[in-house]
C-alpha cells in the first residue's frame, strides 16, 4: 500500500480531553477520531490494527472449534424480560433504548446473552448436537458513566463475544478450560504482557468468573497478587489474612459517652485514647436498590477496614448501592452523620457485619444519638447480631488468603473476561434440550469477552515512548514502512520502489511512504506512528545505502541496500 493513498491526518498537538499515553497517541496519530464522548471513527491505520487483532481473535477462536455468527444488534425488550435484566440495565442507565414506528421498545445490545441463547435454544433440540459455542466481533453499545481514555471505555465499541451450549457442567468445564487456553495464546500472540484473575460476575451473574489483565499504570482495574502462591484477584473480588486482632477480652457492661462533634474513626481515636481504630465498629448506611424497591441497610466494619462495595451489592442480592444521604441517615437513625451504631438501631433497618467483626467483644461504636457513642458494644447482648458477611475490601500487604504472605498490588486493563454462566439464562429463559433419558434439561452456558477495540489501546500502554506509539509487530497496522525522502529524486523512487516490491514478495506487510513532504517531517510521523520497522531511502540511495530504524528505542543504522531484507526479517523474527 501506498501511504499516499491512505488517509493519514497526524496532528501536533494532543487533544485536551487525552489523559493517558494510549488516548494521546492515537489521536494525535489520527488513528482515532471523536465524534461524541466514548464514540469514535477509526481511522485506516486504526482500522488495520482493529483487523489484525480480530484475526489473531478468530485463528484462535476457530482453532478451539467456536463458530463465528453475527447477532443482530437491535434487540426487543421481550427477550431481555424473558432474562429478567431489562430492569436491572434500564434502572443501571447503561443500555441505549429506543422505540420503534410502533411504539415497541427495542434496546441496542450491549451485551449477547439473550440472543445468543434464543438462538440457540431455536436450532439445538438434543444433547448429542452439542457442545456448541458460537461467538461474534461487532460493535456494542453502552451508556457508561464515565466514557473516557479513548477507547479504553467507550460507549460504542468493538467486542468479541463468545456462548457456549453443554449438556452439563463436565462439559462447561472442558469449554471453559478450552476457551482460557485460547485467549493466553491470543494475548501472547500480541506480545502483550497479562495476568490472569479471579473476578466479580457483576451484572452477567454466575458461578466464577476470570478477567485478563494487561499489566499497565493507566489501568482502571487494581490487582492484588502473591508470587508465592500464585494467587491473583481483582479487588473488586479479593480477600486476604489479617494478622489476628487484639482480642476485646473479658466482656464488660456497656457504656455511653457524650462525644460532642466526634464522627470519625480518627477523632474517636483522639477522644478515647487507648481505643484503636481495630476496637471500633463503623457503622456506614448505604441506600441500596433492587428490582422493586430500594431501602437503607446499615454496614458494620472494624475501625481499621473498608467496605468494598462490590461484595456488599452481592451480599445484598441488590441491584446497586450508593452511601446514603445526610437526610436518609437522619431519617433512618434519628440522629445526625456520623454517630450511627448497632445500639438501639431500629429493626427496619438490615444490619450486616464483616467477618472480621465476628466473635468481637467490647467495641466502641455509635449509638444512634447525636453527639454519643458507646464503649464495650457487644453484638447480640447491646444490640441484634449482624449478618455476619464477608464485606472487606482486601488491601496490599495484607496475607495472601493461600500462602499468607504479602499481597502485592498492580493496576490492569480488563481486555478479556470469562464467566462459569451455568444455567442462570437458560433457566430463566426456559430455553432447553433433550437429555439422553429423553427429558428437558436447561443448557449449561459459558460467555467469554474480549475488548477488540480495548486491546489495541492496551498494547499502546504497554508499547510506547515520549515520542510515539511501538507497535507490537503482530497488530502494527503495517510491519514495515519504506520510505523515500525525496520523491522528486528519481534514484530515491526507483530504490524505495524495489525494496518494497522485495519486500512484498517476501511476505511482509509493508507501506511505502511516496508522501510529498519534508524528511523531518516524514521522521517525525513515523516516530508517532510507530511501525516496527522503517526504511528510509534518501540522499545516499546512488551509493546503495538506506537508514534502517527499529522503532523500538530508535535504533538506527546505515544499511546496505543487499542488507536490507535479512535485517528486516530477523526484525520480525522471521529469518
Ligand atoms: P469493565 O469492568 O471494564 O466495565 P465489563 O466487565 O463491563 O468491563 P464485559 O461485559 O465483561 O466488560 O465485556 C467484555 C470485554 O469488553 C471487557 O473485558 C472489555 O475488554 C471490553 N469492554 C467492556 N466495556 C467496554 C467499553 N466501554 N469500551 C471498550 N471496551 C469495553
Ligand atoms: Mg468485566
Known amino acids: 500500500m501506498r501511504l499516499s493513498q491512505i488517509l493519514i491526518a497526524t496532528l501536533r498537538e494532543d487533544p485536551a480531553d487525552a489523559e493517558i499515553p494510549s488516548h494521546r497517541l492515537l489521536a494525535r496519530g489520527g488513528y482515532i477520531v471523536k465524534i461524541a464522548a466514548g464514540v469514535y471513527t477509526f481511522a485506516p491505520l486504526m482500522w488495520r490494527v482493529v483487523r489484525k487483532f480480530a484475526q489473531i481473535v478468530r485463528e484462535e477462536l476457530d482453532r478451539a472449534g467456536a463458530n463465528e455468527v453475527m447477532l443482530p444488534i437491535i434487540q426487543p425488550k421481550e427477550l431481555w424480560v424473558s432474562s429478567g435484566r431489562w430492569d436491572r440495565y434500564v434502572t443501571d442507565g447503561i443500555m441505549f433504548t429506543l422505540k420503534d414506528r410502533k411504539g415497541s421498545e427495542m434496546c441496542l445490545g450491549p451485551t449477547h446473552e439473550e440472543v445468543m441463547t434464543a438462538y440457540v435454544n431455536a436450532q439445538v433440540n438434543s444433547y448429542k448436537q452439542m457442545p456448541v459455542n458460537c461467538y461474534q466481533i461487532q460493535d456494542k453499545f453502552r451508556d457508561e458513566i464515565r466514557p473516557r481514555f479513548g477507547l479504553m471505555r ?253 499481597l502485592q498490588q498492580a493496576r490492569g486493563i480488563e481486555v478479556g473476561h470469562i464467566f462459569k454462566l451455568g444455567t442462570k439464562y437458560s433457566s430463566a429463559m426456559g430455553a432447553t434440550f433433550m437429555d439422553q433419558g429423553g427429558k428437558p434439561q436447561p443448557f449449561v452456558m459459558g460467555c467469554y469477552g474480549i475488548g477488540v477495540s480495548r486491546t489495541p489501546a492496551a498494547a499502546v500502554e504497554q508499547n510506547h515512548d515520549d515520542k510515539g506509539v511501538v507497535w507490537p509487530a503482530p497488530i502494527a497496522p503495517f510491519e514495515v514502512v519504506v520510505g523515500m525522502l525525496d520523491p522528486k529524486k528519481d534514484d530515491q523512487v526507483k530504490l524505495a520502489e524495489q525494496l518494497y516490491g522485495e519486500l512484498q514478495q517476501a511476505g511482509v506487510d509493508v507501506c511505502l511512504d511516496d508522501r510529498p513532504m519534508s524528511p523531518g517531517a516524514k521522521f517525525k510521523d513515523h516516530e508517532l506512528l510507530g511501525l516496527p520497522v522503517q526504511v528510509f531511502v534518501g540522499r545516499r540511495a546512488a551509493e546503495g545505502m538506506v537508514e534502517f530504524l527499529i522503532r523500538k528505542g530508535l535504533q538506527k543504522s546505515e544499511l546496505a541496500v543487499a542488507d536490507v531484507k535479512g535485517r528486516v526479517l530477523a526484525a520480525l523474527g522471521r529469518s
Open 154 to 406: 467507550g460507549r460504542e465499541f468493538i467486542m468479541m463475544d463468545a456462548y457456549s451450549f453443554d449438556a452439563d457442567v463436565k462439559g462447561l468445564d472442558v469449554a471453559y478450560q478450552k476457551m482460557r487456553d485460547a485467549y493466553c495464546r491470543i494475548f501472547e500472540r500480541c506480545n502483550l504482557r497479562y495476568t490472569i484473575v479471579q473476578a466479580d460476575s457483576g451484572a452477567i451473574g454466575g458461578a466464577g468468573s476470570e478477567e485478563f489483565m494487561v499489566v499497565a499504570d493507566s489501568g482502571e482495574d487494581s490487582i492484588l497478587f502473591c508470587e508465592a502462591s500464585g494467587y491473583a484477584a481483582n479487588v473488586e473480588k479479593a480477600t486476604s489474612r489479617l494478622p489476628d486482632a487484639p482480642a476485646g477480652g473479658e466482656v464488660r457492661p456497656m457504656s455511653k459517652h457524650g462525644t460532642p462533634n466526634v464522627r470519625t474513626v480518627a477523632q474517636l481515636e483522639q477522644f478515647f485514647p487507648g481505643w484503636q481504630a481495630g476496637r471500633m465498629a463503623k457503622t456506614v448506611l448505604y441506600k441500596a436498590t433492587w428490582k422493586d424497591k430500594e431501602a437503607v441497610v446499615a454496614v458494620m466494619m472494624r475501625g481499621d477496614l473498608e467496605i468494598n462495595e462490590v461484595k456488599l451489592v452481592n451480599a445484598l442480592d441488590a441491584m446497586a448501592v450508593r452511601l446514603a444521604t445526610d437526610d436518609e441517615i437522619k431519617a433512618a437513625t434519628g440522629a445526625d452523620t456520623g454517630f450511627a451504631g448497632p445500639v438501639g438501631l431500629s429493626d427496619k433497618v438490615r444490619l450486616l457485619g464483616d467477618l472480621s467483626l465476628q466473635g468481637r467483644t467490647n467495641l466502641l461504636t455509635g449509638c444512634n444519638e447525636t453527639g454519643f457513642h458507646c464503649l464495650d458494644v457487644n453484638p447480640g447482648r447491646d444490640c441484634r447480631m449482624p449478618e455476619f458477611k464477608d464485606l472487606r475490601l482486601a488491601r496490599a500487604g495484607e496475607g495472601c488468603p493461600v500462602s499468607g504472605q504479602p
